[in-house]
């Protein structure tokens, strides 16, 4: 009686989170939608001004300040838009061993010497729907958050494997379809985090870091761009034993795979 109390709170605490998370991801994507039509005019105003400027007028200076604000905060609204699962999708088939063994190499200049990764890429003929920039930034971003929680160095694994989610794991998480997945793994041997951490790390603008290091958008948008993708993501972590985040996205056949490169927009509701 007690076990099934417990799995009863824990679902209802899941399902009280993803719908925090859903109310989040809505303002965050109107409040984005209408902060970059106003970034559109401030770009469009700052080119004309700089055409219409002399090369040598000082004001050329102060002009393309407001135009490089104005680049990082549309890059900010592209994060916010991926969180919420509005931001458009150049879909197609994907293979994530190949997209991981293929950014390893910049992931390693990204990090620089003091961290070491390994990779654990299996050979498998089972492919993904989803969008491979968007994967890539996926995986920019566990990359960045790990060597954030390890300041003086260490280990970064990204694996890949053939996984079939049976109904009790899939029931753990909201949105989240028991049947054939291929899993994506970035793993660290960081700093960890606590739960009352672990439970807040998708929600946008959580951060960490000190005021003014970080914009706590990094793992909203992982969120964000996996529940496009229709898959889920899991987090473990034990406090000085690291963080593994294991994204699961579902198999899909080539031979029944829609047309690829197909743009797609998704408006953020719960299917």
Request: with cysteine.
């Amino acid at each position: 009686m007690k076990s099934d109390q417990q799995s009863y709170e824990q679902l209802q605490a899941q399902l009280f989170q993803a719908q925090k998370m859903e109310a989040v991801g809505r303002l965050a994507g109107g409040v984005a939608h209408d902060f970059n039509n106003l970034l559109t005019v401030i770009m469009s105003a700052g080119e004309i001004m700089t055409r219409r400027l002399h090369e040598k007028d000082p004001l050329r200076r102060h002009v393309a300040q407001i135009q490089k604000a104005a680049s990082r905060a549309e890059s900010l609204t592209r994060q916010l838009l991926a969180f919420s699962r509005r931001q458009i999708m150049k879909v197609e088939v994907v293979d994530l061993g190949a997209v991981a063994e293929g950014l390893i190499p910049m992931l390693r200049r990204l990090l620089g010497e003091k961290y070491e990764i390994s990779q654990d890429l299996a050979a498998s003929d089972w492919r993904v729907m989803a969008d491979k920039g968007q994967i890539e930034q996926v995986l920019m971003n566990l990359a960045v958050n790990a060597q954030d929680a390890m300041p003086d160095g260490g280990k970064l694994n990204i694996e890949t494997a053939e996984v079939n989610l049976d109904e009790s794991i899939a029931s753990t998480q909201p949105d989240a379809k028991s049947g054939p997945h291929v899993m994506l793994a970035v793993s660290d041997n960081g700093v960890g985090m606590a739960e009352e951490i672990r439970a807040q790390i998708f929600e946008p603008f959580f951060t960490t870091k000190p005021r003014g290091k970080g914009t706590g958008l990094g793992l909203s948008t992982v969120y964000g761009i996996v529940k496009q993708s229709g898959g889920c993501i899991f987090v473990t972590s034990v406090p000085g034993q690291g963080a593994s985040f294991k994204i699961y996205l579902p198999r899909v056949e080539a031979k029944d795979a829609p047309r690829p490169a197909v743009d797609a927009e998704v408006d953020g509701r719960p299917s």
